[in-house]
């Protein structure tokens, strides 16, 4: 008889990894709004504070302050894992985290690692609307000197999360807080996932779907609903680099792309693998690369109009259905599925 | 060599320096936007002779002063300067980025306030890693009315950090005026007492009265009592240019004859003088000085500039 796997949710995950670090790592600590807490950050930083009494620091609200305090203490040699419970609020550290942590190596020439990890959660959750909603990805992504993972799924997030704090680079952890409540099978012992890698979730042949993030869970349910098109799905994984050479591999023998994104259209991620796809040498398409994100107005509160906001898996399966002229589907999702975050096991 | 002697020296190699380095802007084109000392050299030096060399310091945009009164390479700041590979950052950071770890000036950033929190971190460090060393971060008067600069007054006194933060106050903000930016009620030494941290005032022209309450400071923040020296200079040249600015009428207190009068190098050297010191040896020392800089100077025009494919090194360890 074989074992049961060992299930853990996304933030479970984020936990082990962190605690796990921090058994490793003396010179690793956690630092940020409530981390302290029983349930702490969401449960990704919970009882830590019991076994590290003083490696888990709670702070004043003073956003600016501690991560600036946190991106010194790693110039100076610690190992901080700096969370932050909402992208509007990493807002206030913008100089810290764009202009100080990211620049830091490359303007004193190098030989100057500053590792520092900022975990930020981002994206959509009911009734958050506007300000509490963003996901920014693009800004994030656009910002050299950082780099940027999205964990898709609990087993990515422990991995990606272990490899950031082990990287002598300032490392964003952009947590879709949409994942959070999801489980997966999740090795107990500590491991390692590239910070730099697409990771290809299902090999095919007929079209290239780049996601990532929530979006990236949103595709792998589509693909119950495609009739057998044979879809190459891609975790794109690393916004900051991203991995040209895998992509470029999969639209060479695909010649066909869709790319979602789980924030606006405007300068998505979405935006910038669609131009570089189309510079890439040898693609040619067989068909105009496809984007599904959402509109470019702010997430609003009332579910009435949030339904209309996110691609979901049907949006998704039916852009692929009319790529290859297969009739679209009417699903209609239920109020759970359209707006409580999905407590799915990913496989 | 007295402790005083010694100030004058370090004090006559940050002015040397700053003069010929602005003689050099005036003559060649450098292109690093450059922020001078000038007028200020008795924070640095006061501030730095209260230190030990494994205490850190960190600047920002006018810190070619505090990187040499800690002890940086001459040399290597030169080159930077002047872009060249030699140069501390290679020639990537330039006059706004000071840097010598070996003397524990472990970074200089020219966004006002930013280097307080980063500073609070090496504090942080110095803390966690059980040591008894200190961190300085220097400000402006500018810098110090940004919102991250009293967050992290806060969180040093919360966290009981050995960070000594010196806001050298030099009446302007480029060239806003001290009373054009904070209501007449506004007090420095309220607010950071209010917060917990100790604070003191220094004459920053006076070299003695700097290192004297530098020194009283220090000795507290190295059992976790963050504290605030702030010192009022006169900056004698243009905000960033390498040349004098009487010309356009803003300063009011600092008015030439008055910068010359309260000069912190003379008011040394006249010191020294009516201790005993003799004339000749004070001028040697100027003149060696004179020599070893426009030394420094001819060497960094004849260095190599950096490679150009080091454009794209660096930006990840």
Redesign the interface.
């Known amino acids: 008889m074989s074992e049961e796997p060992r299930l853990l949710t996304y933030t479970e995950a984020l936990k082990e990894a962190t605690e796990q670090a921090l058994t490793a790592d003396p010179s690793v600590?956690v630092i940020g709004l409530g981390v302290s807490y029983k349930n702490g950050a969401d449960g990704t930083t919970a009882g830590l504070k019991t076994l590290y009494p003083n490696r888990v620091?709670d702070?004043?609200v003073?956003e600016?302050?501690?991560?600036?305090?946190?991106?010194?203490?790693?110039?100076?040699?610690?190992r901080p894992v700096v969370h932050h419970g909402r992208v509007e609020f990493a807002l206030f550290a913008a100089?810290?985290i764009f202009?100080?942590a990211a620049k830091?190596?490359?303007?004193?020439?190098?030989?100057?690692?500053?590792p520092v990890v900022f975990r930020i959660n981002v994206g959509r959750q009911w009734g958050n609307g506007p300000q509490h909603t963003q996901a920014l990805y693009g800004l994030f992504g656009s910002v050299?000197?950082l780099?940027v993972v999205i964990p898709s799924s609990p087993y990515m997030a422990k991995g990606l999360l272990a490899s950031a704090i082990k990287d002598?680079?300032p490392v964003v952890v952009l947590e879709p807080r949409w994942l959070f409540q999801t489980k997966q099978a999740v090795p107990e012992e500590s491991y390692e996932l590239p910070l730099n890698k697409a990771h290809i979730v299902r090999e095919g042949k007929e079209i290239t779907v780049v996601a990532y993030g929530d979006g990236l869970h949103a595709a792998r349910e589509a693909l119950e609903h495609i009739d057998g098109i044979d879809v190459e799905l891609i975790d794109l994984v690393s916004i900051n680099p991203i991995d040209e050479e895998t992509i470029q591999k999969s639209i060479l023998k695909t010649g066909r792309l869709l790319t979602i994104d789980t924030t606006n259209a405007s300068f998505s991620v979405g935006s910038e693998i669609a131009a570089r796809a189309l510079r890439m040498e040898g693609v040619t398409f067989k068909s105009t690369p496809k984007m599904l994100a959402c509109p470019n107005v702010p997430c609003p509160t009332s579910t009435a109009l949030t339904e209309e906001y996110y691609p979901t898996k049907i949006d998704i399966a039916n852009t692929l259905r009319v790529e290859f002229n297969k009739p679209t589907l009417d699903t209609k999702l239920s109020f759970e599925e359209l707006h409580l975050a999905p407590l799915t096991t990913i496989q | 060599m007295s402790k005083k002697l010694d100030a004058f020296k370090k004090m006559t190699l940050l002015r040397i320096a700053e003069e010929e380095i602005a003689n050099l802007y005036l003559r060649e084109k450098i292109m690093s936007f450059v922020h001078f000392y000038v007028g200020q050299e008795a924070v640095a030096v006061g501030v730095s002779d209260a230190l030990t060399k494994e205490d850190h310091a960190l600047g920002n945009h006018r810190s070619h002063g505090h990187y040499l009164a800690k002890g940086g390479d001459l040399r290597r700041m030169v080159c930077e300067l002047l872009g060249k590979e030699e140069g501390s950052s290679h020639g990537k950071g330039g006059s706004m980025h000071m840097i010598d770890r070996s003397v524990g000036f472990t970074g200089s950033t020219p966004i006002l306030g930013s280097i307080v929190p980063l500073a609070a971190g090496s504090a942080f460090a110095q803390k966690y890693q059980v040591s008894k060393n200190v961190t300085v971060a220097y400000i402006g008067d500018g810098a110090s009315e940004e919102g991250g600069v009293y967050e992290t007054m806060n969180l040093a006194a919360l966290l009981k950090l050995p960070l000594l933060i010196v806001i050298e106050n030099n009446l302007y903000s480029v060239n806003s005026k001290i009373l054009d930016r904070r209501s007449k009620d506004y007090s420095v030494e309220k607010i950071v007492r209010g917060i917990g941290l100790e604070y003191e005032k220094a004459d920053g022209n006076n070299y003695e009265d700097v290192t004297t309450k530098a020194a009283q400071l220090i000795s507290g923040v190295r059992e976790g009592k963050p504290a605030v020296l702030e010192c009022v200079a006169f900056r004698h040249m243009a905000h960033n240019a390498p040349i004098f600015d009487d010309a356009q009428g803003y300063r009011e207190e600092d008015v030439l004859e008055k910068r010359l009068a309260e000069d912190c190098l003379k008011k040394v050297r006249d010191q020294l003088f009516s201790e005993g010191e003799s004339e000749e040896t004070l001028s040697r020392i100027t003149e060696d000085t004179r020599t070893k800089v426009l030394g420094e100077i001819e060497y960094a025009i004849a260095a190599p500039y950096p490679k150009k494919e080091t454009l794209y090194t660096d930006l990840y360890v």
């Open positions: 600590f620091l702070v004043p003073s600016d302050a501690f991560t600036g305090m946190a991106v010194g203490a790693a110039i100076h040699g610690l100089d810290q202009t100080q830091w190596n490359y303007m004193f020439g190098g030989n100057n690692p500053v050299l000197g780099k002598n680079n």
